[in-house]
Nanobody
C-alpha cells in the first residue's frame, strides 16, 4: 500500500522560507516521478513543481519559478519542496503526489490526473 505523508508546513512571514517534506512508503522513490500541488481556499488544485523519475528534469509553475525547488533524497525515500521568498499568495494547502503508470513512467507533471497517490496535505500560511 502506497502512503505519502507531508510535513513542514506552518506560519511564516513574507520573505521567509519553509521546507516541506513528503515521506513515501510502499514505492521506491528513485523509480517514480513526483510532484507538488497546492490548493488555495475556493480555488482548484494547482500545479507547483515536478521532478521526473530519474531526476534529469524538473519544472515549475511560473508563479514559483526561481523561488521553489523540488528535490529527492532516495536514501530517505523523501521528496522535498524548498520554498524561499514566500509571499502571501503562496498561502495554501500543499500536497505531494506520486506519478501513476508504474515505475520509470514519464508523465505530464502539470496534470493532477497523471498522479495516482496523494498525501493528506500540509498547510502553509504566509503573513504580510
Amino acid at each position: 500500500q502506497v502512503q505519502l505523508v507531508e510535513s513542514g508546513g506552518g506560519l511564516v512571514q513574507a520573505g521567509g522560507s519553509l521546507r516541506l517534506s513528503c515521506v513515501v512508503s510502499g514505492r521506491t522513490l528513485s523509480r517514480y516521478a513526483m510532484g507538488w500541488f497546492r490548493q488555495r481556499p475556493g480555488k482548484e488544485r494547482e500545479f507547483v513543481a515536478h521532478r521526473t523519475w530519474n531526476g534529469q528534469t524538473t519544472y515549475y509553475a511560473d508563479s514559483v519559478k526561481g523561488r521553489f525547488t523540488i528535490s529527492v533524497d532516495n536514501a530517505k525515500n523523501t521528496v522535498y519542496l524548498q520554498m524561499n521568498s514566500l509571499i502571501p499568495e503562496d498561502t495554501a494547502t500543499y500536497y505531494c503526489a506520486l506519478a501513476g503508470g508504474g515505475p520509470r513512467t514519464v508523465i505530464d507533471g502539470r496534470m493532477p490526473r497523471n498522479y495516482d497517490s496523494w498525501g493528506q496535505g500540509t498547510q502553509v500560511t504566509v503573513s504580510s
